[in-house]
């Protein structure tokens, strides 16, 4: 009856097949980047097996892969490639290979890194003047930061003393530009100079020719270049025009600018090195705030001459009315904040009205200091209101006779009731998940209305026995969403199909929101596997128990193959390692052994329950058939001892133990044989998980069997009408 045991469950381990075959891909191969940031790459793994995960290329230097390890039972895993090039990597493309790899294959995806100058720059300006002895000239450059970065540049001219620089630094955003000068004094001469910029990126310049002839000239300034004053009051610049040049000159000045800056006299005549003032009389009005260019133009026989006068008019009499909300959905009666500020430089008294009566305010007047502000409520009452949208002003009017006043807007909705409890369910409409996997899907519950709601969420219909959906109580203030995930977790026993699960929201027990969501269940890989002859299981599992040895004392084992139509797979063959390092595996699975077996406790509890009833149904059997012939061995006893024959000793057992005992030892030292007992016990291991129900039922139904195998001659005794006599037992 042990034979019979031994044999149905070798049949059962050699029935069971060894798949580790996987899949690698990643949707981008290839990315750009700059010096000190980070990209990543994404790479996904299907399969089965224990993967290691690795990098090499020009760019393993400085990159990252995790997880490195990792085990998959016919399911995917994501590893994640961080790629960070340092301020030492130079621009280029660089190769980066991700290099995953089982115990039977091993498969790359190769990416190129292209890290690019970051921190280039330009410089463009003028390259040639003429100019009149005695004229004062500028060049102006536009200095471009082309880069990623926002750069700091050093400045630098290298040239006559009489040229000069407007800066020696310069700060940039990307992309951004900016202008800078080369002065050329009155004492110029013909020359050539060479402005650069540069930082520890990189450096860039350009050179300028400089010609100065003998003509008319003349030269023109200001006691002040910017003026800053208050609006509706008046300033003046004072612009003097000089004649620099050997002969007597007739000049006409422009101006051009805002409409309340103007000239005192436009037409100047005069002789060589005279001199004479003009103003320029600026007056804006109340409202005008800001900055403004005013240009100066000056025009000779000869030549033409302009400069740039800057005006910054500030609003010195100035409110600020801000209604803290500009759109609001209302339900119910409401009080919004509404802020009052003096930003004017003076002392004012304000009084405000609203354009609606039930839109009222619990303060109309205020009187506030420079830069002062207060805040005032504003009372709605919505309550005897058509359910429809409404615009509300708020207007404050300064009350000295200026005329300042500002209004702002508030839009009101008011909603009716099935509004104020919108709710909205965002989520694909359908998933698709295998026979004993499991997959998840994000739904987002979206409160649309103007009240904080507390959700019931529940999950009906014919796919809601294998799916789950956490948490079933959400809290949600007004125009805010939660995500929440379906769980779907079809067993082997669940049939392929589509499904139905239904997600209903519900509030005070009334639905708001329902969706209905697909679930598509797929037919699992295992069950798709192509039939292999029971002999040929038998014949490649003896096969693989006596690996060969080759002269380099290094043991390769071929594992069992699968044949497919018109696809032939090739032997893997993989070394032995040492035994410190089998030893260190080992220990390494023992440590997780405890989480694999912990999902499957019950399971594991009725196999032993069964197994223990087996050994007790077998030992009994034995002490039966010992009482049942013990009387035949006395009898057989004497007859030995009146013939005068001992009985011999049975030790032929013994030496066939001694001789398995040191077969399995000699097998161990040569061939590592714990290390193929441990590895085929890892694959019958997993495939009893993945087969679990199947295994519980055989070892019931090879239970009943055994029990009717065993009383098979009770049980026709019991049914037969006349019983035999049975032997008598004597007790032991």
Not at 55 to 77: E, H, K, M, Q
């Amino acid at each position: 009856m042990n034979n019979k045991l031994v044999v149905i469950l070798l049949a059962i381990l050699i029935a069971i097949p060894g798949a580790y075959a996987f899949e690698l891909n990643s949707n981008e191969l290839t990315r750009n980047t700059c010096q000190g940031n980070t990209i990543l790459f994404t790479a996904n793994v299907f399969g089965n097996g224990n993967f290691n995960v690795n990098l090499d290329g020009s760019a393993s230097s400085w990159s990252t892969a995790v997880p490195n390890g990792f085990i998959l039972n016919n399911n995917a895993r994501t590893i994640y490639v961080y790629s960070t090039p340092n301020n030492n990597v130079a621009p280029g493309k660089y190769n980066l290979n991700l290099i995953v790899s089982n115990q039977q294959e091993t498969k790359k995806i190769p990416f190129t890194i292209n890290v690019e100058n970051c921190h280039n720059l330009e410089i463009k300006g003028e390259i040639s003047k003429e100019i009149c002895g005695g004229q004062v000239i500028s060049y102006n450059y536009q200095i471009t930061n082309l880069g990623n970065y926002k750069e700091t540049y050093q400045l630098k001219l290298q040239g006559p003393e009489f040229i000069t620089l407007s800066q020696d630094l310069i700060s940039l955003n990307p992309k951004e530009s900016k202008n800078v000068y080369a002065y050329a004094g009155q004492n110029s001469e013909s020359s050539m100079f060479t402005v650069s910029a540069s930082n520890k990126y990189g450096s860039a310049e350009i050179t300028s020719n400089l010609r100065v002839n003998s003509c008319y000239d003349f030269t023109i300034g200001t006691d002040k270049d910017f003026v800053n004053f208050c609006e509706h009051s008046e300033e003046s610049i004072t612009v003097n025009v000089k004649n620099t040049g050997a002969n007597k000159d007739d000049y006409n000045l422009e101006i051009k600018g805002p409409a309340w800056a103007n000239l005192e006299k436009q037409n100047l005549v005069l002789d060589p090195q005279k001199s004479e003032n003009v103003n320029i009389v600026l007056s804006p009005d109340y409202g005008i705030q800001g900055n403004f260019d005013i240009e100066l133009k000056v025009n000779s026989k000869e030549e033409s001459k302009t400069m740039t006068i800057k005006a910054q008019v500030n609003k010195c009499y100035d409110i600020f009315l801000d209604i803290q909300e500009k759109e609001i959905n209302l339900c119910n009666n409401a009080q919004i904040p509404v802020l009052i500020k003096n930003t004017g430089s003076f002392e004012k008294e304000f009084r405000l009205e609203t354009s609606e009566q039930w839109a009222s305010l619990d303060n109309y007047q205020v009187k506030l200091k420079s830069g002062e502000e207060k805040t005032l409520n504003l009372l709605l009452n919505v309550g005897n209101l058509e359910r429809q949208s409404y615009d509300v002003y708020i207007r404050a009017l300064a009350l000295d006779g200026s005329g300042l006043s500002m209004d702002d807007k508030i839009t009101i909705h008011v909603l009716n009731e099935v509004q104020c409890h919108n709710t909205e369910i965002i989520s694909e409409n359908s998933i698709s998940v295998t026979q004993g996997s499991s997959a998840t899907l994000p739904l987002t519950i979206k409160n649309n209305g103007n009240e904080r709601l507390i959700y019931e969420v529940s999950i009906t219909g014919d796919g809601s026995s294998f799916t789950q959906l956490n948490p079933s109580i959400l809290e949600l203030e007004p125009n805010s969403g939660e995500t929440i995930y379906i769980y779907s977790a079809p067993s082997a026993e669940v049939n392929p199909g589509d499904y139905n699960a239904d997600v209903r929201v519900s509030y005070n027990n009334n639905l708001l929101a329902s969706k209905n969501i697909n679930i598509n269940v797929k037919q699992s890989e295992f069950e798709k596997e192509d039939y292999i002859p029971f002999t040929l299981k038998i014949l490649n599992f003896f096969k693989n128990l006596f690996p060969k040895r080759i002269a380099n004392e290094t043991v390769f084992v071929e594992e069992p193959k699968v044949e497919e139509p018109k696809i032939e797979e090739p032997k893997v063959e993989e070394p032995v390692k040492n035994i410190t390092q089998e030893t260190n595996k080992t220990s390494y699975s023992i440590g997780k052994l405890y989480d694999k077996v912990k999902p499957y406790w019950i399971y594991i509890v009725v196999g032993i329950i069964i197994i223990i009833i087996l050994i007790f149904i077998f030992s009994t059997g034995e002490e039966e058939e010992e009482e049942e012939f013990e009387e035949e061995e006395v009898e057989s006893k004497k007859k030995v001892k009146k013939g005068g024959e001992e009985k011999p000793l049975k030790i032929g057992r013994w030496i066939l133990g001694i001789i398995v005992i040191l077969a399995l030892i000699y097998a161990q030292m040569n061939y590592n044989l714990l290390n193929y007992a441990k590895k085929y016990a890892i694959i019958l291991w997993n495939y009893v998980i993945l087969y679990k129900f199947y295994v519980l039922i055989a070892l019931i139904l090879l239970l009943i069997i055994i029990l009717i195998i065993k009383y098979w001659s009770s049980i026709l005794e019991f049914f037969e009408e006349e019983e035999k006599p049975k032997r008598r037992k004597k007790k032991k």
